[in-house]
């Protein structure tokens, strides 16, 4: 079974610092895909960022960039430059071959406060 | 930019009355998703389809039923709306094989019964 661990109910950070945000995953499976999405008060899912369980490096788009270290089987979600906009929750989800299924895993949710 | 629609994008209803939820999606992907979720919680997975004519259900048991008679169209249906079913309801739709299958979302719709 798949398992997505976020164990940070809720992040503050001030304006255009940095801040990381924890996940951890459990599979058995060799192949699978681990991705972070935002979700505004709004309501909607915003996709941020993809890595692949063979990808050698690790992912970034824009202020985003993701942490791999398999071994440790966690996949941090690095913001730069923290706005004001980043306030949101996020959630990180995982793809793995369940019976071949590869059906998503969401975990709990970080809630982000960004301050000014 | 994901092209996926849902409607209503709020919807207040009375106990017992039949509603249906719908969502389309332009990207021409064949896996679509829903998902209920409670304010500031985690999604659950209510239903799926891997095509048209294909439906299965997800982890969270739910009083819903879902059709897929198009590719673009995945409507969720509740016959008798009751206050527990109070929650937001997610859509995605998804086109790729394997692990690195991105989903995209809908705006979702707030669905309130008294």
């Known amino acids: 079974a798949q398992k997505i661990t976020q164990t940070q109910p809720g992040m503050f950070v001030q304006e255009k610092e940095a801040v990381t945000l924890d996940c951890t995953y459990d599979?058995?499976?060799?192949?699978?895909?681990l991705f972070w999405y935002k979700q505004p008060s709004s309501g909607e899912m915003i996709f941020l960022i993809y890595?692949?369980?063979?990808?050698?490096q690790n992912a970034t788009e824009g202020r985003y960039s993701l942490n791999f270290q398999k071994a440790r089987k966690s996949a941090n979600l690095v913001i730069s430059a923290s706005q004001l906009g980043d306030s949101a929750m996020y959630f990180c989800?995982?793809?793995?071959?369940?019976?071949?299924?590869?059906?998503?895993?969401f975990g709990r949710g970080t809630s982000l406060i960004v301050h000014p | 930019e994901a092209d996926i629609y849902q409607t209503p994008r709020y919807l207040v209803i009375g106990t017992g009355k039949k509603i249906t939820l719908e969502c389309s999606q332009t990207m021409g992907h064949d896996k679509m998703y829903w998902y209920q979720q409670d304010p500031g919680m985690e999604l659950h997975l209510i239903h799926y389809?891997?095509?048209?004519?294909?439906?299965e259900k997800g982890d969270l048991s739910s009083e819903s039923t879902v059709s897929r008679i198009r590719t673009e169209h995945f409507p969720l249906t509740l016959e008798s709306a009751r206050p527990s079913h109070t929650s937001q309801y997610l859509c995605?739709?998804?086109?790729?094989?394997?692990?690195?299958?991105?989903?995209?979302f809908g705006p979702g719709t707030r669905l309130t019964v008294l």
């Open positions: 890595q692949g369980s063979y990808d050698e």
């Open positions: 389809s891997y095509g048209v004519n294909s439906t």
């Open positions: 995605a739709s998804s086109g790729r094989q394997g692990a690195g299958d991105t989903q995209y």
């Open positions: 989800a995982m793809r793995a071959s369940s019976g071949g299924s590869y059906i998503p895993t």
């Open positions: 599979t058995s499976d060799q192949s699978y895909g």
